[in-house]
């Protein structure tokens, strides 16, 4: 079992990684979040819940920390480590009939990409009251070179588990802005896409992946998305 003792706050250098049954052996939290997801869970899948969820964040890192638990596809099943040492891409997309546009957060490995809607991260650190993000997003109120706070990313495959802080810094702030300010309410269609565009594509209809490959021939792996508390989920 590797495990830091001085694991506040998680960083690329005190990368925490276990077995996986080892860790749900002394870890009594992770083992019923792990059985949750066993029982009800399919793959590709990310769980939004809290440090408090984990003893083994909870300990070093408080209760409150937005946590994402990723169980990756079977394709990824010995890149526990590799992903959580790896930041996220930001990038939009736009939908087949060109009326709307995305941000989206992805994590690369190979040629597989696990996807991540930025919208659902967000909404969940704001429905949660953690407002760094939420209020970086909003009035760019980042200090230089200080994180405004971190989410915890929790890889778990049958084999390993790894986990790290993402620090909400300059850099991942900056990349947000820059997307979500052509997507979402911003995105303007008719600007972008000629008419005759915009009618060639209405018949794709509003799904953002026609196909499950990227524009740079990747796999996508599309995550689905469920919460989870101890003693219940939804």
Request: one cysteine or more.
């Amino acid at each position: 079992m590797l495990f830091n003792p001085d694991l506040s706050p998680l960083t690329r250098t005190t990368l925490f990684a276990d077995d996986t049954k080892s860790l749900a052996s002394w870890d009594d939290r992770f083992a019923a979040l792990h059985a949750f997801a066993s029982r009800f869970v399919r793959v590709p899948t990310a769980i939004l819940t809290r440090s408090r969820e984990l003893d083994v964040l909870a300990q070093h890192v408080g209760d409150d920390v937005p946590t994402v638990a990723i169980y990756p596809h079977r394709c990824m099943a010995k890149q526990a480590r590799y992903l959580a040492t790896t930041h996220p891409s930001v990038w939009n997309t736009t939908s087949g009939d060109l009326r709307a546009m995305d941000t989206y957060l992805s994590w690369t490995r190979g040629p597989f990409e696990l996807v991540l809607p930025e919208s659902v991260l967000t909404n969940f650190i704001a429905e949660q009251s953690a407002t760094a993000l939420r209020g970086a997003l909003a009035d760019n109120a980042a200090a230089p070179g200080l994180p405004l706070g971190h989410i915890a990313f929790v890889f778990v495959t049958p084999s390993t588990t790894a986990m790290q802080l993402l620090a909400v810094d300059d850099d991942l702030v900056t990349s947000l802005q820059g997307a979500c300010a052509c997507s979402g309410l911003n995105y303007e269609p008719w600007r972008v896409n000629s008419e005759r565009q915009m009618a060639a594509a209405k018949h794709r209809g509003p799904s953002y992946f026609d196909s499950q490959f990227g524009w740079d021939g990747r796999m996508l792996l599309d995550l689905g998305i469920c919460t989870y508390r101890l003693g219940g989920a939804s």
